[in-house]
């Protein structure tokens, strides 16, 4: 079993700058692939960035490349992904997920375990 607690959310004007924690209780993050999705009010659930378990694969949505950056630090078991230019189209619950399996992924419905989620605004 593996508990996820995001934390860094808040509110940002457009522009800024936000870095987003998630910490792992249970097994450590070094042996999961971990991700990050987002729900805006009335949209589905999307893909933001993944990462491996070796921390090697890295995947980002097209409309953060450039802007976010996804990391692990297994002495801590957290992943954290650095928000910059934020837009206010980023506006949304951020959730951390981690896979059983050790490959990096798109898809939400290959995540087995999800944390709470921390709300990100970006005000224009």
């Known amino acids: 079993q593996v508990q996820l607690v995001e934390s860094g959310g808040g509110l940002v004007q457009a522009g800024g700058s936000l870095r987003l924690s998630c910490a792992a209780s249970g097994r450590t993050v070094s042996s999961r692939a971990m991700g990050w999705f987002r729900q805006a009010p009335g949209k589905e659930r999307e893909f933001v960035a993944a990462?491996?378990?070796?921390?090697?694969?890295?995947y980002y949505a097209d409309s953060v490349k450039g802007r976010f950056t996804i990391s692990m630090d297994n002495a801590k078991n957290t992943v954290s992904l650095q928000m910059g230019s934020l837009k206010p189209e980023d506006t949304a619950v951020y959730y951390c997920?981690?896979?059983?399996?050790?490959?990096?992924?798109?898809?939400?419905?290959?995540?087995?375990?999800w944390g709470q989620g921390t709300q990100v605004t970006v005000s224009s």
């Open positions: 990462i491996s378990k070796s921390g090697i694969t890295l």
């Open positions: 997920a981690a896979r059983t399996d050790g490959y990096a992924s798109r898809w939400y419905d290959e995540y087995d375990y």
